[in-house]
């Protein structure tokens, strides 16, 4: 029986690769002489950004989605967290990086396949839902709905098997 998962994923090498770039070009920037701007990539996926006011912040922001726009890294993935002060003057920002479906997007798509009646039985297992249907074209005609129904989210479609 042919099936596919629905998953959240982002490339994990690329993402380092573009944190990279963006603190090389922070630190060669003259805009940002002196200042303590940078971006830190945690264990847990979770960005931290440092800067020394908000304009900056919003700086840095902006060239780390650029340089993730050009690595193929869809920015829908990001979740900007509260605005806290740190020591002094400086600021940080998390943000969130996704990964895996959360049990109430689960749901969205699983009941936004079967309410078009398609003939694919969706199944919620951890932070994946597969689809499985007795044909391929019905698992295509899924993947196209939930490309239409579903854009606040970049989705992956992964392990089509036959």
Known sequence: ???????????????????????????????????????????????????????????????MISKMAKRKIDVRSLAKQKLEKISGDKLKQSVA??????????????????????KAQGSIQGDVVRFSGSKRDILQSVISLLKTEITELPLQYKNFRD
């Open 1 to 63: 029986m042919p099936s596919f998962d629905v998953t959240i994923e982002v490339d994990k090498v690329e993402l380092k690769n573009a944190i990279d770039q963006s603190n090389k070009e922070i630190s060669n920037r003259f805009d940002f002489k002196g200042s303590d701007a940078r971006i830190e990539l945690s264990d847990d996926e979770t960005l931290s950004i440092f800067a020394d006011d908000e304009f900056k912040m919003d700086q840095v922001y902006d060239l």
């Open 97 to 118: 990086v996704l990964s895996g479906i959360d049990k109430e997007l689960a749901k969205k798509i699983v009941r936004t396949v079967k309410d078009q009646k398609l």
